[in-house]
């Protein structure tokens, strides 16, 4: 029996490739399914099933495709309604692959159709369970995302406490939780930066499991829940209902538009421009109207926060060779519209003649020297959590994830200085707030951490 865990950082999912005796299977695998069908042939073996833990909102599943490359059979709990073709597995039902076997246990709560997957090992010994979105590594899944009109975030969280108590901690201690998200997720609000654990240790230290009565657990878990991402419902429904094979969007992305073209395109279409350089790359030189966020950060869900129309057309600018990259982890999120972009990237741009913008951005050290002598009007695009925790004094909070209904926290003609932990999300803001007619921005470089490190006065409600 092999059991590998294939964790995507960018996202903190958790996809599962599990084979016995020749047979596989995969556990809410990624968009891109070619590592998986790489596993199998290097194994030697059949993938014979697509195990779907629940219609995911965080990311678009490789469940569809996976399928047409290999003719495996998609697996949903029987509470699942699909727009495709699926076997619905019930309550307790097993599957054969190899010498294990696979129980299947309903655990509504997180979503009505959420569904865990308890592995047997060859000896009928229970090895692991695959949790899915219903119990986290310290935390469990957020009950609000299937809330309805006749069903409430507090009903789910009632539902999620009895799906744990009934079908999940009854199992024996030293069985493995490989559940489908880490820390960084926003499917929850409390998870460990371990991406599994003992059932038993669990049972120790997890917060939610701890909790004394059904009320106590649906008061903590629904407490201090943010609103979730824009894109989650609609990732939801392209797992539901279909979407285009990857190929498609790879080819349609990775055409490479001279100067000319890609300034084309882009009045033409109406385009958003995504420049995924580095923060402090991007500032000196940009194409006018492009927002800058980072490829080398949690790219993805930030397109998702921040974009709300999933087929908006977007034109990239990347360092050379990671368009494929931008384009594969657009797709993970559903952004599906990728029309081009730039060949030769801004250096191409700026020999062909055109316009650029720039924004300003100066050290930690620049700015607590400026901060000595005048009132600035700062402004802080953490989180309220982050801000709350510790924030420098006078600075207001205008969190990144909201930033379209904070827009009157910034000044039109004072200048606005930006800082975020450590100089990522300050960028996006920026580029944002520039694209947006903003032009008195200076944007601090390093963020809060580098600013803490010189001598401005900051409030802390930190408990030592």
């Not at 979105?133 to 309805?148: E, H, Q, S, Y």
Request: glycine letters at 8%; proline letters at 4%.
């Amino acid at each position: 029996m092999k059991v590998e865990q294939i964790y995507t950082g960018c996202l903190a999912q958790g996809a599962y490739y599990i084979e016995s005796a020749g047979e596989a299977v995969v556990i809410d695998p990624l968009r891109e399914v070619q590592p998986y069908l790489d596993r199998a042939k290097k194994d030697q073996a059949t993938i014979k099933y697509i195990l779907e833990t629940h219609f995911h909102a965080d990311f678009v599943s490789g469940h569809l495709d996976l399928q047409k490359a290999t003719g495996a059979t998609i697996v949903y709990g029987e509470n699942a309604q699909p727009y495709f073709e699926t076997m619905k597995i019930a309550d307790g039902q097993e599957l054969k692959v190899g010498k294990v076997t696979i129980k299947a246990l309903h655990t509504p709560g997180h979503t009505l159709e959420s569904t865990c997957y308890l592995l047997k090992d060859e000896n009928g010994k229970d090895y692991a369970i695959f949790t899915g979105d219903t119990l986290f590594i310290g935390d469990v899944g957020r009950p609000d995302l299937a809330a309805k009109s006749h069903l409430s975030q507090d009903d789910l969280a009632g539902l999620l406490y009895d799906s744990l108590h009934n079908k999940i901690l009854p199992l024996a201690d030293d069985v493995l939780v490989y559940p489908a998200h880490g820390a960084g997720s926003a499917c929850g609000k409390n998870m460990s930066k371990e991406t599994f654990d003992t059932l038993g240790h669990q049972k120790e230290v997890n917060y939610a499991l701890k909790a004394a009565t059904k009320a106590q657990f649906v008061k903590e878990v629904t407490e201090g829940l943010l609103p979730p991402p824009a894109y989650f419902p609609k990732n939801v429904q392209l797992n539901k209902q279909g979407y285009e094979s990857l190929s498609v969007v790879m080819k349609r992305g990775l055409q490479a538009l001279s100067p000319a073209a890609f300034e084309a395109a882009a009045e033409e279409t109406g385009a958003l421009i995504i420049d995924t350089r580095t923060a402090q790359t991007f500032k000196d030189g940009f194409v006018p109207r492009a927002i800058n966020i980072g490829l080398k950060g949690d790219f993805a869900p930030w397109v998702g926060t921040l974009i709300s129309d999933i087929q908006q057309p977007l034109l990239l600018v990347a360092d050379e060779g990671t368009e494929e990259e931008v384009i594969t982890r657009l797709s993970r999120v559903g952004y599906d519209n990728c029309i081009g972009y730039l060949a030769g990237g801004m250096e191409a741009w700026k020999q062909a003649g055109k316009a650029t913008d720039s924004i300003v951005s100066i050290s930690a050290t620049e700015f607590a020297n400026s901060l000595k002598n005048n009132d600035l009007k700062v402004i802080d695009v953490r989180r309220p959590t982050e801000y709350e925790t510790e924030h420098l004094e006078g600075a207001a909070n205008a969190p990144l994830q909201y930033l379209n209904d904070y827009m009157a926290t910034f000044a039109k003609e004072q200048t606005n200085y930006i800082h975020c932990a450590g100089g990522y999300r300050s960028m996006v803001a920026a580029s944002i707030l520039k694209a947006r007619g903003y032009h008195n921005l200076v944007e601090v470089a390093g963020g809060f951490a580098a600013i803490k490190k010189t001598e401005v006065p900051v409030t802390n409600n930190i408990i030592s």
